[in-house]
């Protein structure tokens, strides 16, 4: 790298953190931290009127829970919009950019003109000053935009990290919009200004912005600014091949958190939407950032796949510390509205029983068998508390209420129970899982009752 590497994620605080964002976000991180660079979180909050507090909360709290540490920011684009006036009016005075008093009835008919004649509806550059050019007389009460003077002639190629070579002619760019009549400047202006002063190096974003590019490294020229290299990612697609929605799983990163994903699982999964390291797919963070030197990056869009998601999020599970699993679960709890806490028995429980779970939420709803009231299905009941296991279940009962609460003791009775009554394992552990656990199956049943305190054990099976 000939420049120290600088990049950003700009959300809009006009809605959640969604998952493309998040992607892009985890991209311009990975590249960053790869390189020793710098990344950096910016708020583009020009749209007043959509933009809210609680979107921009969401946004940081969203961050930080996939642990994107920025080195900069946040900088919010209406705390700048002296700096944006500033740049404007030195192109006024250069000649690059230029007052337009067309009314909205004018482009209105400009363009229906040109769709008539078959023509792609443009501004046709009526108040674009040009050497011997009249300009109209300007109108009285309307209020005029600035627009840029792009370049007639010429292309605009750049070599995009993504998708290669692109060539835009500029015969395809009219003159943009970059100050509202209100005076406030238009999205396309504040990110040119945006990148040119915070030196943003590398530009990695969604393909939705390809037709964005080349205006602004036109206007960055315009500006005497070093243009910073751009990668266009595709967008992640629903299983059916649409793009995604609410129902496919477009909703907030943080409720991703709420239902009980792991931001290690969730920044393993989005990095593999679009990007690769041979056949990798489980990776740590600390992985990523040395694998994720801007290489690599898929031309295709990738499709989400919540079952990917939720293998990604068991392994993950799986490999952590049951303390860290246990604050977890009082999270997942304390969203139902219990109040637990990490203890040694919290602990051991998710220990017995994280081999079985995909996601955190249902951890805890194994786990509250343990906690809450519990309502065997009646089908259950019917299918295996029979005539044949209640004596067994009832004698079982007595066994329990005066041995040493352990999981060995817990198992040769059981055991003793079975030989007196001439039973099977697989005739009572499922009964004694329904009354118990409300459910017929769980992991090997005497780990699970040593769980419970004994007097609720001796409870459930009173109706035996």
């Not at 699970?448 to 009173?462: A, D, G, H, T, W």
Request: proline share 6%; aromatic share 8%.
């Amino acid at each position: 790298m000939t420049r120290r590497v600088r990049t950003r994620i700009a959300p809009s605080p006009t809605g959640f953190l969604h998952l493309g964002t998040a992607r892009t976000a985890l991209f311009s991180w990975a590249f960053a931290r790869h390189h020793g660079g710098d990344f950096i979180l910016r708020i583009e909050d020009t749209d007043v009127a959509r933009s809210t507090q609680e979107a921009v909360d969401q946004i940081i709290a969203a961050m930080q829970w996939l642990e994107l540490d920025y080195d900069e920011g946040p900088f919010y684009q209406m705390k700048r919009l002296d700096r944006y006036r500033e740049v404007i009016a030195k192109m006024l005075v250069e000649g690059s950019a230029y007052h337009c008093y067309c009314t909205p009835e004018e482009l209105d008919a400009m363009r229906e003109a040109q769709r008539a004649r078959g023509e792609k509806p443009r501004y046709d550059g009526r108040w674009r000053p040009e050497p011997g050019k009249q300009l109209p007389e300007v109108p009285q009460g309307v209020p005029a935009v600035i627009r840029f003077r792009n370049p007639v002639d010429g292309e605009v190629t750049w070599n995009d990290m993504v998708k290669g070579p692109i060539t835009i002619s500029n015969r395809e760019l009219d003159d943009l919009i970059i100050s509202r009549p209100d005076g406030t400047p238009t999205y396309n202006f504040c990110v040119v200004v945006d990148d040119w002063d915070m030196q943003i190096s590398h530009v990695i974003r969604g393909d939705d912005h390809v037709n964005n590019t080349p205006r602004q490294i036109n206007i960055l020229r315009a500006l005497g600014a070093e243009l910073p290299e751009y990668g266009h990612v595709p967008m992640i697609l629903g299983p059916d091949g649409d793009k995604l929605s609410k129902r496919h799983g477009a909703v907030s990163v943080m409720q991703y958190e709420e239902g009980g994903y792991l931001p290690e699982a969730m920044l393993n999964y989005l990095a593999r939407l679009g990007w690769s390291h041979g056949d990798d797919e489980l990776f740590g963070r600390d992985q990523l950032v040395a694998w994720f030197d801007g290489h690599h990056l898929a031309r295709s869009p990738a499709q989400w796949d919540a079952a990917k998601l939720n293998w990604v999020n068991a392994h993950v599970i799986k490999g952590m510390p049951d303390e860290a699993l246990a604050s977890g679960v009082v999270r997942q709890f304390a969203l139902r509205g219990v109040s637990l806490s990490v203890d040694e028995r919290l602990k051991r429980m998710c220990a017995v029983f994280k081999d079985r779970c995909a996601t955190l939420a249902e951890l805890a709803d194994w786990l509250g068998m343990y906690f809450l009231d519990i309502k065997p299905r009646d089908e259950d009941l019917a299918a295996h508390v029979t005539a044949t296991v209640r004596p067994a279940l009832q004698s079982l009962r007595d066994r329990l209420a005066d041995i040493d609460w352990d999981k060995g003791t817990i198992a040769a009775a059981m055991k003793e129970t079975l030989s007196t009554h001439g039973l099977k394992m697989p005739q009572l552990a499922p009964a004694l899982r329904v009354l118990v656990c409300g459910r017929a199956q769980t992991p090997s049943i005497d780990a699970v009752l040593e769980l419970f305190p004994r007097e609720l054990v001796l409870l459930r099976l009173q109706g035996a």
